[in-house]
């Protein structure tokens, strides 16, 4: 599957927003070729478990997991979230106090021809409502779960969030150029208060198709040739 612009800001999103508190324990739920959890092991000391239930996409992931520099701290899993099972660490069990998700995004939308890219695209296989599951299973009291969705499935599913008992602490709605509608919104979450939540539009291009500083100062570390 291609690596899309919105998930490498994604990350570069929550790589920026952890490195103040980094996590000990990151779990990637549905993480295609693993490029989320590389980022945040670029970027933190933790430990990753990434949780893929397409084969193929398991096997690109745990490749390029065991040919990159923190494969010691990267571990692909195979299967759906629903039956994932966590290994314990130290105090903190079978939980973990950053999720990130980037999972499917077209509902009953109709399918093509090649089921890997079915997977990848629509969330039959990996429903909203699995993803909350999955959030309320392993998060701890105080961690963090960051998900990335198009605008009307976030606002689905940020309700979905605030009747489980979740928090907001961050709101980002992504645009491609000014003027343009919002094409994404990234938001986290917590199951402990909040306080002030942070909202923050950000545009990935200016009206002549240069990146925005703003978009360069979150890839810096990630895109080559790229300054922040």
Known sequence: ???TTDACLFGGVVAEQVKNNP???VLDIGTGTGVLSMMMAQTTEAIIDAVELDRAAWMQASANFSQSAWNDRLNAHFGPIQSFKATNFEDM???YDLIICNPPFFKNHLRGEEESRNRALHNNDLPLEDV???LQ??????????VLLPYHEMINFSGMMEEAGFHEVLEMPLFTQPGKPVFRTIKAFSPSSAGVKHKENVVIKDPDQVYTWRFSSLMKDFYMNMKG
Do not use: D, N, Q, V
Request: glycine share 14%; net charge positive.
């Open 93 to 95: 069990g079978e939980r």
């Open 23 to 25: 996590p000990r324990r």
């Open 132 to 134: 909350l599951e999955g």
């Open 1 to 3: 599957m291609k690596i």
């Open 137 to 146: 299973k392993f998060i701890t009291p105080t961690g963090l779960a960051y």
